[in-house]
């Protein structure tokens, strides 16, 4: 391999890698405001958790079938069908994968349909008496109302799947937002027409039932925005049968269910972490918010640079090219390191003034800033062992190895599992919301043991590791350090007031991603990348 095509796709990861996360920060921005508003409105009550628990539902019971695994294992199927015979067969391809993911996400709609007592007896069981048999009528009628969410999600994921596969990112990056605009419409108007910090006693079935029909209506316009994106990126076809009969899609299909495990470990451990935040008033407000931010900051990092990295790898993979697809992918663990680092230091550093920040409305009370100060310093390093986790497990996809990623995502479910279950026994208070988003981080590192060590092993004779590049991450890392002391120092002088602390964190973020971007310039011509 020439270090022409070696520049050449370093060049088009970082150009996609920049389109994917400048997108994805307006959609997790928005994404991190819908759970702010929903505190804001909704307060830290028992009826905030259930809704917080139960309007996330579908999306959980769409991780379980295939999720986040979808545009792992069609995209790499999808660029190599394309290379082999032409995008026709490409479209085919496609087709027959959509018309069977749509057939079992009906499936799956149903089944939340039949189980909806189960599931809403397990989210409100920490609701004490007497409110819990009226929680639990409620919780009930959301989920029937946001059951036909888990179609609406695999349409809107094959419309990602499919612009991916062709390199187009941006309005597959940027349409949640519109979902997640269309969910904080809906809790405005419901507060504004019922009155905000209701709990469960005060709250209205019509209110339940406009919640849940507002929030289903925002998925449908985000599936159909992803619909249109695959129109515009000239792969648009049209679902059918007889994926049988296609042996591409007969192969992706058996690696989805293969997959399963991956796609449904995160889920479970959401909902493990969701029952028991259910049993603190405002607990569930306070994970989510935490999630919001990790993946968040996930998204617009290393998980931006895995997305974007995911067809070059492909292709390196396809082309049985070891040299270039283990240049790819230190490339991306490059990236993936240098985008997490500033995050990791300020967000730890400044976890109490980002949750006082964070917290408004119903939600602005000492107890929960606090709580939630201890979830976001744990979830600063939760981020980036997240996001190698998820750039290993895109490469080892890329190379149709669908082990490695489903016994990560076995560890993962245990560990984190395990964890959140013993912060039961802890007092109701800020150490068990902070056990739980510990839960994530042991997982996440876990998890991303797993997958480097499976890689290690499958790029063989070539290096896992750039270590010249790692000592460059680490003094620019190191450059951002003053910067952030004295931005500490400032706080604690002139914090006096909301707006101060907002312009004084700001402005730490802005020197010290300017001080760790110089540094970088500086460092990286003089250490030349291991080979």
Known sequence: ??????????????????????????????????????????????????????????????????????????????????????????????????????????????????????????????????????????????????????????????????????????????????????????????????????????????????????????????????????????????????????????????????????????????????????????????????????????????????????PKLAEAAAAQDGPRFAAAWRQGLHYAVLVSLPPLCLLATFAAPTADLLANGELRQSSLIAELAGCLAVIAFAQLAGGIHDLGRQALFSRLDDAGPRLASFVAVGVSTTVALSTLLLPADSSRLTGLTVAILAAEIAAAAIVLRRLRDAIRPHRLLDGQRAIAAGLATLATLPVIVAGSWLLDVLGDGRIVELLLLLATGALSLAAFALALRVVSPRLRPES
């Open 1 to 310: 391999m020439n270090s022409a095509s070696i520049s050449a796709g370093s060049s088009s990861t970082a150009r996609n890698s920049v389109t994917v996360a400048g997108w994805t920060i307006l959609s997790r921005v928005v994404g991190l405001l819908r759970v702010l508003v929903i505190g804001a409105v909704m307060g830290p009550t028992y009826l905030a958790n259930i809704f917080q628990a139960g309007y996330v539902l579908p999306g959980n019971v769409f991780t379980v079938m295939a999720g986040p695994v979808l545009a792992m294992v069609v995209v790499p199927a999808v660029v190599g069908t394309a290379a082999a015979g032409g995008a026709t067969r490409a479209g085919e391809l496609l087709s027959h994968i959509g018309g069977r993911l749509l057939a079992v996400a009906g499936v799956g709609t149903a089944a939340l349909a039949l189980l909806s007592p189960l599931l809403a007896w397990t989210l409100v069981f920490g609701v004490p008496e007497p409110d819990r048999g009226r929680a639990w009528l409620l919780t009930l009628v959301l989920v029937l109302f946001v059951a036909p969410q888990v179609v609406l999600c695999a349409i809107a994921a094959l419309g990602v799947a499919a612009q991916q596969s062709r390199g187009r990112f941006a309005l597959a990056a940027a349409a949640p937002a519109v979902e997640s605009l269309g969910t904080i419409g809906t809790v405005v108007l419901t507060g504004w027409m019922f009155g905000a910090g209701l709990d469960i006693a005060q709250s209205p079935m019509t209110m339940m039932i406009l919640l849940g029909a507002g929030t289903t209506a925002s998925v449908a316009l985000h599936a159909a925005l992803q619909t249109y994106g695959a129109w515009r990126a000239g792969v648009l076809v049209p679902p059918r049968r007889g994926w049988r009969q296609d042996r591409e899609a007969y192969d992706a299909m058996r690696r989805i269910v293969r997959s399963v495990p991956v796609a449904a470990c995160p889920a479970i451990t959401a909902y493990v972490l969701t029952v028991a935040a259910g049993t603190v008033p405002g607990g569930v407000l306070v994970v989510q918010l935490s999630f919001q931010v990790f993946y968040a900051l996930s998204f617009v990092g290393a998980r931006a640079v895995s997305m974007a990295a995911l």
